[in-house]
């Protein structure tokens, strides 16, 4: 009787194991792991504001790795092929230097890819639109993105809890004490505290400058004079920055710097910025983004029309196309060829090769 109870006993615990533990839901204790947070430095160039960190997502040297890991890893994808990286790879400024992006199933998304050079100092929004406001909220919408990630977050998670290394690495950067805390939430954190670590080096000839450490050729000052409106010669000035101005070199505000001829402004193919306010004169209104590393960035705006920085230059030679909302110091500039060439030597001090190369930002694969 003993024996046949031992038995059944035996048998029901073997079924239970078989019912109750489907893929993913191992909920094994985690809790031998230490979890010892230690708080993650950002180092800052000269000048450069405080970041805003949200109370409830502190950088840890191990939240940090983990948003690394989970960047460059295609488990984030439908088909295991794809990863945030894919869009975004440090030698192309954290671009795809495509026109438009391909997602996993091939379709090409509507807009550029974008940098994420200082992406932690975008206070105002993100995107081109800025129609979300966190890098939490942000990490949540590729992997979904039919024509990004095209893959569902209940997937990933249970990925992410049957994987042999991610729940070892979840409990390092968050504490948790089971498989099954591995979360959205924690994974979209983790993402953001590595994003957030993207900052320039400091060492761009740019930041040297600026810290006493080095100084610019004739040329590069004159461009910098030119960009800066500095010039004695007010018809040298070429306004650049008062919507790219340091040390970000953008001020993070949505404008209209003239790309499209319209008839009104109604008229925008991308209403971009307006149709995330409903306010009509922010349509055509994208972020203006930073020029710093711009040479790897190519190809140029929101949806990459211009090839080199020549190009970008002819458009704002123009003055742009006139709108009602177009950003008020945009007007036509009287350039000479060496005025043109002082600009780009100035621009190219903003290279910033230390943070390309950064061996801690690479594929940790
Ligand atoms: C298929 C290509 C693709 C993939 C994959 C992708 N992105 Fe992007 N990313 C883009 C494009 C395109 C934009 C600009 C879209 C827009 O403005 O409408 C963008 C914008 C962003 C921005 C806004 C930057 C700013 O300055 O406002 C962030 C942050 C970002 N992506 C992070 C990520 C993360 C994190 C992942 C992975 C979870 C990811 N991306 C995956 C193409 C991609
Ligand atoms: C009125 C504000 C304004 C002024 C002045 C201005 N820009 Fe811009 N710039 C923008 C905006 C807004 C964008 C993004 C537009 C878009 O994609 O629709 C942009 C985009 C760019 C880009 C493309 C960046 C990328 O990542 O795609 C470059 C390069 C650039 N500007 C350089 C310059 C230079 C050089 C000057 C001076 C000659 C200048 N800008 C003057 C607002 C301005």
Known sequence: ????????????????????KEPGDN????????????????????????MQIPEDNPMTVDGVALGRRLFY???????????????????????DNQKFSTGVTGELSSRSSMTLLNVGFANTGLFWDGRVST?????????????E?????????????????????????FGIETKMEISKELTVKAIAQFERSLISSGNSKYDRVIAGLDVFSDQELRGHDIFFDIDPDQSKHAECGHCHNAPLFT??????????????????????RGKVTGVLFDNGAFKVPTLRN????????????????????????TGGHIADN?????????????????????????????FLNNPEFSNPF
Not at 252 to 269: A, C, I, Q, T
């Open 149 to 173: 990630l095209h893959e569902s977050w209940p997937n990933v998670e249970v990925k992410l809890r049957d994987d042999e290394n991610y729940p070892t690495l979840f409990r390092k950067a």
């Open 73 to 95: 890893d295609t488990i984030l994808s439908s088909d295991g092929s794809m990863s945030c990286s894919s869009c975004h790879l440090p030698n192309g400024n954290f671009t």
């Open 294 to 317: 711009i040479i790897n960035s190519a190809p140029y705006m929101h949806d990459g029309r211009f090839n080199t920085l020549d190009e970008v230059i002819d458009h704002y030679e």
């Open 1 to 20: 009787m003993k024996r046949s109870i031992f038995v059944l006993v035996w048998i029901l615990l073997l079924l239970g194991s078989c019912t109750d």
């Open 135 to 147: 890098l939490e909220e942000q990490a949540l919408l590729p992997v979904e993105d039919p024509i």
């Open 251 to 272: 001020t993070n505000e949505y404008l209209n710097n003239g790309l499209d001829s319209v008839d009104d402004l109604l008229s925008f193919k991308d209403q971009g």
């Open 326 to 354: 177009i950003g008020a110091v945009m007007r036509p500039l009287i350039l000479s060829e060496s005025d043109r060439q002082a600009l780009i030597a100035f621009i190219a001090t903003l290279q910033d090769d230390d």
């Open 27 to 50: 909920d094994e204790d985690l809790t031998q792991v230490p979890y010892n947070p230690e708080s993650y430095e950002l180092i800052l160039p000269v000048q450069f504001p405080a």
